[in-house]
C-alpha cells in the first residue's frame, strides 16, 4: 500500500518557513487549545526522528511499516522548498489572524 504521508510531511515543512509565528488548534481530549507551530513540528519531526531510528534494526513483527523515513525527507524537502518559495519576487503569503 502507498501513502501520502510523504508529501503531506512536506506541506508541515513548508508550512513552518511561511507562517513560522502561527498557532495551531489542537484537540485534546474534548479540551481545544492553541499551540505555536514551531513547537508542534518540532515535536512532530522529533517523533519521526526517534521512531525512524527505532526501526533501522532487521525487520520483524514488532516493527510497524511506517515510512518513517519518508516523512522526515518530505519534511525537509518541504522546509527547502519553503525556503525557495518565501524568497520569491512577486509571492505574498499572509496570514489572517482569528
Known sequence: MVGASGAISAVLGAYLVLFPASRIK????????????????????GEQFVNGIGELNIQTA???GVAWWAHIGGFVFGLLAGFFFRNKRGIRVELERE
Open 26 to 45: 489542537v484537540l485534546f481530549f474534548i479540551f481545544p487549545f492553541h499551540v505555536p507551530a514551531l513547537l508542534f513540528l518540532v515535536l512532530w519531526i
Open 62 to 64: 514488532a516493527t510497524s
